[in-house]
């Protein structure tokens, strides 16, 4: 298992919605995307659409989109497996995504759906990705436009021509981390809600719990009560006190089908601790796969 330090000279991956009213008004090449989706009601993020979006942007669905396909080839397991990179890329170009262009994802989630994306976007090798910073109540507080109706819903009709980069963000396997469990250079942080953790509940997989030595870092507790990240240094502070002396280039993050974990991907990134790694299967693939240990802390 090889983890993939954070680059100082990565571009910062959150976008404030002041400066992305400036760059769209004054015409640049970005596109941004609404990720918003609903877990128990899949065709909720579409009427959310509908009801207001960012003038220009493309809906994206978790299932549809950004997950593999049933049958398809896919890159992780779990509830909301990863579609291959080569995949991804060529439903980036149906989107009309070109090479130099500013990626945007935002949603009403609190920014895990919008993660996603932007994970995938880093991923596949893109450079220029950012979350819109506290998603869309952020930018209809900042008076930014509505658009209404599913006339943007489709992307672009012009091609794009995005192609494969190296992986800017590492995914890492079930299969490897069970093989280093244990192992002290190894730090596993758990995006779930404490409850899921510990066991008590399990809303949406068939075994509760957590994988053994998991620390537990709910993904909320990487916002403040305006659902913007938190300041860098409060970050570090926070992150440094759950991992006590580990070193950050080990943590592996994970939830239960690798969408809530990326906020801690983004909050470890302002923190200056890196860029940790994920493991997309999550507690939904480890927890469905014969012979890997679950604990419970009830």
Not at 43 to 71: E, K
Not at 103 to 109: H, P
Not at 275 to 288: D, F, H, K, V, Y
Request: hydrophobic share 45%.
């Amino acid at each position: 298992m090889t983890l993939t330090p954070f680059h100082p000279d990565d571009d910062a991956p959150l976008i404030d919605a002041s400066t992305l009213q400036r760059r769209l008004q004054a015409g640049e090449a970005v596109r941004v995307f609404d990720c918003s989706f609903e877990l128990a009601d899949p065709a909720a993020g579409r009427r959310q659409y509908a009801d207001g979006h960012i003038p220009g942007a493309v809906h994206v669905h978790l299932d549809d989109d950004l997950s593999a396909a049933p049958g398809a080839a896919r890159a992780s397991g779990g509830r909301h497996p990863l579609p291959t990179r080569a995949a991804f890329v060529e439903r980036l170009r149906a989107w009309g995504v070109r090479q130099g262009d500013t990626l945007v994802a935002y949603d009403r989630q609190g920014g895990m759906i919008a993660g996603r994306l932007w994970w995938m976007l880093r991923w596949c090798g893109l450079r220029d990705v950012r979350l819109l910073d506290g998603g869309w109540p952020a930018w209809c507080a900042a008076g930014g436009a509505v658009a209404t109706g599913l006339a943007d819903m489709a992307a672009s009709a012009a091609d794009g021509d995005v192609t494969l980069a190296p992986a800017r963000v590492p995914l890492v396997s079930v299969g490897e981390v069970a093989a280093r469990l244990g192992h002290p250079d190894l730090t596993l942080v758990d995006a779930r809600a404490a409850a899921r953790f510990r066991g008590e509940v399990e809303p949406l997989d068939p075994v509760a719990g957590h994988i053994p030595g998991a620390l537990n870092r709910p993904f909320t507790d990487n916002f403040g009560p305006d659902g913007r990240y938190k300041a860098a240094a409060e970050l570090r502070r926070q992150w440094l006190q759950l991992l006590a002396g580990r070193d950050p280039a080990g943590v592996v993050v994970h939830c239960g089908s690798g969408v809530s974990a990326v906020p801690h991907v983004v909050a470890m990134m302002l923190a200056g601790l890196g860029t940790p790694a994920l493991m997309a299967g999550s507690w939904s693939e480890w927890c469905t796969t014969p012979g890997l240990p679950c604990a419970r802390s009830v």
